[in-house]
Each structure stands twice: as structure tokens, then as C-alpha cells.
């Protein structure tokens, strides 16, 4: 029986789905190089995202008004459905009743994540409007 070469063997292994590596990781030395390295790097990519998520009892807790608006403003840009979320400072300035809002919306274009965190990271805009504008 012939082997094959590593570089086919790591075609086959990612042709896979995640569900089936873990048992094809048991074939061969290589598969099983393979998977630990994928392993790895998932678990990877899963710490560093539990270690910069938006934690709720942190939101909960927090008294200083500045770090309870800015975590909120965090909150927003990670779990607000992105078809409105470009269109929420028009929206949060016209329910507001706020012209100098609106007239710094109409100087600029709303376009990336980036815009609307600065945009709800203007001074003028406090914690409190935010949740009375809500999602």
C-alpha cells in the first residue's frame, strides 16, 4: 500500500468538516499533527474572545457614568443588527429632537462601525439618551 504525501493528506483533511476531523485525526500521525494544530488555534481564538468580550456584570455594575456609556456603546456596535445600525444616529438625533445632532449627521456620512462609535462617542451625547432612543 502506497502513502500518500503530506500535502494531499492535508487536502483531504480540510475538505472535512470540523464534526469529522476528530475522527479522521485517529488514521494517521499526520491527520493527528493536523488536528491538535487546529485545536490549538481554535482554542486560541476562543480566548482571546472570552478575554475581550462586553460582560454584562461589569455593565451592571459600573457607577461612573463615562465607563457605563462607553461600555454601552460597545454593547451597540457588537449586537445591533447591522441593517440599522447605520441608520441609528438619524434615528437617535430625529427622536431625540436634537438639530446640532442631525446637523453634525448631515456634515458627515454614516458608513462603517467606526462612524457610528464616534458618533455615539460625542460628548453631547450622554448614557441616558442612548437607552431612551433603545434598539
Not at 18 to 32: E, G, N, W, Y
Not at 55 to 73: A, C
Not at 76 to 83: D, L, V
Request: glycine share 0%; aromatic share 12%.
Amino acid at each position: 500500500m502506497a502513502l500518500l504525501c503530506d500535502d494531499i493528506m492535508e487536502c483531504i483533511y480540510y475538505q472535512l468538516p470540523m464534526s469529522q476531523r476528530d475522527t479522521i485525526s485517529k488514521t494517521s500521525k499526520q491527520m493527528r499533527i493536523l488536528y491538535l494544530r487546529d485545536r490549538a488555534l481554535t482554542k486560541r481564538i476562543q480566548r482571546f474572545f472570552r478575554n475581550h468580550r462586553v460582560k454584562w456584570d461589569q455593565y451592571d455594575n459600573e457607577e461612573d457614568d463615562d465607563k457605563k456609556k462607553d461600555i454601552h456603546v460597545r454593547i451597540y456596535i457588537a449586537i445591533y443588527p447591522e441593517e440599522y445600525l447605520y441608520n441609528y444616529p438619524a434615528f437617535l438625533a430625529k427622536k431625540m429632537h436634537r438639530p446640532d445632532l442631525q446637523e453634525w449627521l448631515t456634515n458627515r456620512e454614516i458608513k462603517t462601525r467606526r462612524d457610528v462609535r464616534t458618533f455615539l462617542s460625542l460628548d453631547t451625547i450622554s448614557d441616558h439618551d442612548i437607552c431612551y432612543t433603545g434598539w
